[in-house]
């Protein structure tokens, strides 16, 4: 009798447990390649990243750049490995960036105040604390990525016309404020701008302009430094400001000695404008009184509390905005004198100032440790080589009164 064999096979949950376990083993094996290959992207994002700030460190130092970083990725030019993909953000405001590196799904991230990789992607927006959102009609952004700065929601009604001027955290007013349109005049005792031909409120000294503009009330007060080098910075940035009608092509406004009641008006970001006065005529405030000097100086920064040494270091901390003062001159009453040189970090721009640029003129005869008061004058519109939105006096007596030195009150 013959013997009869029986295949064998799997039961169904042998099957189902074989299963399984590849399956385990599969996912084991796809999770441990995925780790080595994330782990790879990181690698490579972050050497890109190294790469890239060393990159944009070369860039801002090179000779063209005047110190600015690239305003944008066509200007920063990143190129990584492969499979890298950069978004490169530039902040005007204060000149600075972000970059993601992203590589299939890994996000790395370096910046100008941290150049070591870190995961995570930069902010999506550009816009810093203190910027609105809302866009502005081009040409007329001193914001970022198309952004304008805060300005006043409004301004007063007492003291005559008014402007909102927007904001700039370079010195320290990211809110922005109100400023009188015009010179003030005297309307009855008041500080009060307004056009046409009333004799500007003029021969006053510094404290006594202080005292009167701050009698409009409400926190009035006369117009300090960092409100001018904003309204100055703004006007700059403008290109209808320039005869060029581009920024840094041509000149900016200047004064004149001759034109009688002749103003100068720039028209700032948010198309505001303000009116200058220029002229000869004793009833004309071609000259404006801002702060003063000591140790107990208002709203004058760190350059109006002491002067820095050496001549050409003068003011760095306020005006920034410039990369230099060039050399400056000293004449045989010890007399110093120099030429700023505009650098526009939001467009890019740098202009080699002259003093007939219109970008203005420095005279101080102040020195560190000085026991005289003196006060700042801010404009001077009476002479196109000494004229301009940056032109700055300080070596003028706090106690000094002049038919042609008026102000303004700022809220």
């Known amino acids: 009798m013959g013997t009869k064999w029986r295949a064998q096979g799997f039961t169904i949950v042998e099957l189902l447990i074989v299963i399984v376990v590849i399956g385990i083993l599969a996912a084991i094996t796809i999770v441990s390649f995925n ?124 003291g005559g016309s008014w402007v909102k001027v927007p904001g700039n955290t370079l010195y320290g007013l990211p809110n922005g404020f109100c400023v009188q349109q015009y010179p003030a005049t005297n309307v009855g005792g008041v500080a009060t701008s307004q056009s046409g031909t009333a004799n500007r409120w003029t021969g006053l000294n510094q404290p006594t302009a202080a005292t009167t503009a701050a009698a409009l009330g409400g926190g009035a007060h006369l117009l300090s430094e960092q409100e001018w080098m904003t309204i100055a910075a703004n006007a700059a940035m403008q290109p209808q400001n320039w005869s060029g009608s581009a920024v840094g092509n041509g000149t900016l406004p200047r004064g004149s000695s001759t034109s009688l009641r002749g103003g100068v008006t720039v028209t700032l970001t948010n198309g505001e404008n303000i009116y200058f006065d220029s002229g000869g005529a004793s009833y004309n405030a071609s000259k404006e009184w801002t702060c003063y000097t000591g140790t107990s100086a208002v709203n004058c920064g760190v350059a109006g509390q002491h002067s820095p040494a050496p001549n050409n270091a003068y003011f760095t901390d306020q005006f920034n905005l410039f990369t230099s003062y060039g050399a400056f001159e000293v004449n045989g009453d010890g007399r110093y004198y120099g030429d700023p040189r505009f650098a526009n970090p939001s467009l890019g721009t740098y202009v080699n100032s002259s003093r007939t640029a219109g970008l203005g003129y420095l005279r101080s005869i102040y020195t560190a440790g000085s026991s005289t008061v003196y006060a700042l004058s801010r404009g001077s519109w009476t002479g196109a080589t000494s004229s301009g939105l940056f032109t700055m006096y300080m070596d003028t007596q706090q106690t000094y009164a002049h038919a042609t030195y008026g102000f303004r009150a700022a809220k």
């Open 35 to 158: 780790g080595v290959q994330d782990k790879a992207r990181v690698a490579v994002v972050q050497s890109d990243l190294n790469s890239a700030a060393k990159q944009l460190d070369i860039y801002k130092t090179s000779s063209s750049s005047n110190g600015i970083y690239p305003t944008d990725a066509a200007a920063a030019g990143l190129v990584g490995s492969n499979g890298t993909i950069y978004d490169y953000i530039y902040y005007s405001d204060d000149n600075t960036y972000c970059v993601t590196a992203t590589n299939q799904g890994v996000d790395y991230k370096i910046s100008s105040q941290n150049k070591s990789p870190t995961a995570g992607a930069c902010p999506a927006s550009s816009v810093p604390a203190g910027y609105e959102t809302a866009p502005v009609a081009p040409g007329r952004d001193i914001g970022v990525g198309g952004y304008s700065p805060i300005q006043p929601s409004s301004c007063p009604s007492n």
